[in-house]
């Protein structure tokens, strides 16, 4: 299952790095951060599932960080959507 994972985080993490590099937005830049948080956790519960920092086990910590970006990325998202609906409100 971890090796699924593996492989759909690696595409998505492409995927994003792509838009990122085509569009040059900090949404898919967060986008491609999410992802590589995701394709280094699963990594870890591979190769070292026991790999405690500081009490946490890293790939919880990279899950949580994850977590946070991707709402960073939905937050950025909105105010990009909000600001073209007052663009386009503000020309006609």
């Known amino acids: 299952m971890n090796r699924l994972l593996l492989i759909l985080f690696g595409i998505h993490f492409c995927a994003a790095l792509v838009l ?12 491609t951060v999410v992802f590589l948080c995701l394709v280094a956790s699963t990594l870890i519960k591979l190769g070292a599932p026991q790999w405690v920092v500081c009490g946490i086990e890293m790939s919880t910590a990279l899950r949580i960080a994850a977590l946070a970006l991707s709402c960073l990325t939905l937050i950025l998202r909105l105010a990009s959507a909000m600001k073209t609906k007052r663009d386009t409100a503000s020309a006609d």
């Open 20 to 31: 990122y590099v085509r569009r040059r937005q900090r949404v898919y830049a967060a986008l």
